[in-house]
């Protein structure tokens, strides 16, 4: 009776201590991840139900500039942002409209952008956070190049989030998507379930593929390969596969580096992407390549993807086929617009089990760049499939500084209704900023991509040199982590299982919830032992386990 009426005593405890957060949890707003590639001839109803707009303050015809008057807005909350938008233009059938906020104190320039047409209704999908509070605010709507254009908007939305409302919804979809539960069962050889066995679980490695890039600094470095090793189940080349660096001169093809490093991510069963065939930027492209036109090109671009692609057969999970196309276009203008096509055509021919991306910048970082709007990205991506592309994955890269967390999950959202893999590429965040700030924004920016339901994977930007790193590194040179390292080190450990000991019940059976990846599993009663292994993937129904002993 004593030990009940302790156990009676402490859930007492429990629940009182735990109340106000269950309380807030059950009120809060659940974050709506709906969007809407596609124009429509009628809005959908608003999400949210409007959240917070009032409907007398909405705009109740189109104009050139329609606007919404919001009040009282806050510091510490997060707003998500949506509406549908049609336009009308005596000389267009579309146009890039930008929704842009302006405070007392600031203007934000970007909260939202939309490919918007005439005669059908196109959804924008966006979000901001103050750095000051508002008591009356403007967000209105443009043509971003100024065009003389009238712009309608419908079932707008603006839904508040605390920054703890925030975090409470990731770690919702963390539980639902990066987790699952499994029921261990423990029988003898006649079927019998035992109760009180020991129960041990350890997770070996981890479903998620979260990585980083190396560069040949890493060759012949026992602490750097120790150092990744520990951390890391995914990785991609610096920029030890860009032409520049495998054919410096032409017909002096030299993949000695690439294949040393393969060596070194072979051994340790680490995924890897590939990255990249070519790079549309021309201060990228190899000198000699530059110089090409015509014929001598087209045998060029020819040779470099055949000798690369069978080089590299079944060895990369991912090629970014044609780098940063939405910003350049070095290749189209001198063999034509369907250059791109053959190359994406070439490299599926060449290697047809790993998946094809586009690969960008600009495009979850910010929505000021027109050139690099998800609506731009999910056209050009569209318009490769209809040419008979097999374009299967979503490239973001992610060179932040300041990020605006609602602005991403909204660019996240409208890309994941394409149901293709989605993958952070090249995530940092910029040297113009202080290391500890690197590190809280780094923090933000990888809570934010693990905890959305469509993201497949995250690479990080960070390959060590002797002078430093790309914008950002984790580590001194000595491997000791600088504070962008202990970011990555405790997300690394907040999303793996710990180690689980328990015991079997009256059924014999054993439950927990763990991290999606590969487990080992050992059972002992009294001098019976055994060991076995299993896989948690990702399913919403328990995985259940039977262990003989």
């Known amino acids: 009776m004593k030990d009940a009426s302790a156990v009676i005593s402490f859930l007492v405890f429990f629940l009182l201590l735990c109340s106000p957060w269950i309380a807030a949890s059950l009120d809060d707003p659940q974050y709506d991840h709906t969007a809407y590639t ?3 001839e009628e809005p959908e109803k608003p999400l949210y139900n409007g959240g917070i707009l009032e409907p007398h303050l909405l705009p109740q015809s189109a104009s050139s500039s329609p606007a919404l008057l919001l009040r009282n807005l806050t510091t510490s909350t997060k707003y998500s942002f949506s509406c549908w938008v049609k336009i009308q233009s005596p000389d267009s059938d579309s146009a890039l409209v930008t929704a842009s906020l302006r405070t007392e104190h600031e203007v934000y320039n970007c909260i939202g952008t939309v490919a918007a047409k005439c005669g059908c209704w196109s959804f924008l999908k966006g979000g901001f956070t103050l750095d000051s509070p508002s ?20 079932s707008a939305s603006l839904q508040p989030f605390t920054d703890q409302q925030w975090w409470r919804n990731q770690q919702d979809v963390i539980n639902k998507v990066r987790k699952r539960a499994v029921m261990i069962h423990v029988s003898n050889n006649n079927g019998d379930r035992l109760q009180g066995v020991e129960v041990n679980l350890k997770q070996v490695s981890k479903d998620f593929p979260f990585g980083s890039a190396i560069a040949k600094t890493i060759l012949g470095n026992g602490a750097y390969q120790k150092w990744f090793v520990e951390r890391f189940n995914a990785a991609v080349f610096e920029n ?3 032409w520049y660096a495998t054919e410096p001169h032409p017909g002096q093809i030299n993949y000695t580096i690439a294949d040393e490093m393969l060596e070194f991510i072979r051994v340790n069963r680490i995924v890897t992407r590939g990255h990249n065939i070519f790079w549309e930027d021309p201060k990228y492209t190899p000198e000699w390549v530059r110089n090409l036109v015509g014929a001598q090109l087209e045998s060029a671009v020819n040779t470099r993807i055949q000798s690369l692609m069978s080089q590299y057969r079944e060895e990369f999970v991912h090629w970014d086929v044609s780098n940063e196309m939405l910003h350049f276009d070095f290749y ?15 490299a599926h021919e060449s290697d047809p089990l790993a998946t094809l991306f586009m690969n960008e910048f600009n495009v979850v970082e910010t929505c000021s760049d027109a050139n690099s709007t998800v609506d731009s990205y999910i056209s050009t991506l569209r318009e490769l499939k209809r040419g008979g592309v097999s374009m299967d994955g979503i490239g973001l890269e992610g060179h932040f500084t300041v990020p605006n967390l609602p602005l991403m999950r909204a660019i996240l959202d409208k890309l994941g209704a394409l149901k293709l893999p989605i993958w952070l590429t090249e995530i940092d965040i910029s040297c113009t900023l202080g290391k500890e700030a690197q590190a809280i924004y780094l923090e933000e920016v990888l809570r934010e991509g693990f905890s959305h339901p469509s993201l497949n994977g995250i690479m990080l930007w960070t390959a060590l040199h002797p002078d430093g790193c790309y914008q950002m590194c984790l580590t001194d040179t000595n491997f000791q982590n600088l504070p962008a390292g202990d970011v990555v080190d405790n997300l690394l450990a907040e999303w793996r299982t710990k ?13 927990f919830e763990g991290f999606l990846g590969e487990y080992e599993v050992s059972v002992k009663l009294e001098d019976q032992t055994a060991n076995s292994t299993f896989a948690l993937s990702q399913g919403v129904e328990t995985r259940h386990v039977t262990i003989l002993l």
């Open 332 to 346: 189209e203008q001198r063999l034509g617009p369907n250059a791109t096509l053959h190359f994406f055509q070439t």
């Open 499 to 511: 180690e689980v000991i328990g015991t079997t019940d009256e059924h014999g059976s054993y439950s």
């Open 38 to 40: 596609k124009c429509k």
């Open 240 to 242: 030890e596969l860009k």
């Open 135 to 154: 008591n009356s605010s403007t967000l209105s709507f443009q043509s971003s190049d100024s065009r003389d254009i009238t712009i309608a908007i419908a």
